[in-house]
């Protein structure tokens, strides 16, 4: 895994963005200041980006990651593998408020800018987890219309219980989808006995 380290959020996306388009990367990932933190890597923002391979393929990412970003350290053997394991099973659930936002790539920077959330965000893929310990049903809203500004959609993962009927745990889909949603639910669960309300439109 390459770690590289900024003091800024556009600067991490714009490097992350650079490997992206130039490696076939395992998994790339930039974390917030505070998910770097809890993630014991430092007061930043990071880049994470695994790559792997014959010794000759590793000596040519390492060299082309070094010079896209210059100063980047190297994290192989177990420590990669535990640091991918924490990456991977990061847990936010003492956190008030998470979701998980789903956008094109190219708009995941400013979606991270613009909702003032912790977050840990996949570059390629551009969905991120991002959390907030701000106790207010409101923060959804704001994170569902910076997704949708961006064509993409926001699910909210977790919710104290003392906000969890305010908040819309789902985008609401268009008319005609939502029709076919409810043909779809009627026809299967006509009994309406499977999770009644807990899916898109109270579904």
Not at 55 to 81: N, Y
Request: hydrophobic content about 45%; overall charge neutral; some cysteine.
């Amino acid at each position: 895994i390459a770690r590289t380290s900024f003091a800024d959020l556009d600067a991490s996306f714009t490097a992350a963005m650079a490997l992206h388009d130039k490696l076939p990367l395992i998994h790339l990932e930039v974390l917030s200041r505070r998910a770097s933190v809890a993630m014991g890597q430092g007061d930043c923002f990071v880049v994470l980006a695994g790559f792997g391979g014959i010794q000759s393929e590793l000596k040519h990412q390492r060299d082309l990651i070094a010079q896209l970003l210059g100063s980047t350290e190297v994290i192989d053997g177990d420590r990669a593998r535990d640091l991918y394991v924490a990456l991977r099973d990061f847990d936010f659930s003492d956190s008030s408020i998470a979701a998980r936002i789903a956008v094109l790539p190219a708009e995941l920077s400013r979606c991270m800018r613009e909702s003032s959330a912790d977050f840990i965000a996949h570059v390629g893929s551009g969905i991120a987890k991002l959390w907030t310990e701000t106790v207010d049903a409101a923060v959804t809203a704001r994170w569902r219309a910076i997704a949708n500004s961006a064509r993409g959609h926001l699910r909210v993962l977790s919710a104290p219980p003392s906000i969890r009927l305010q908040i819309e745990l789902f985008d609401r889909p268009n008319p005609g989808a939502f029709k076919l949603m409810q043909r779809l639910k009627s026809t299967f669960d006509s009994a309406i006995i499977f999770n009644p309300g807990s899916f898109v439109g109270g579904l």
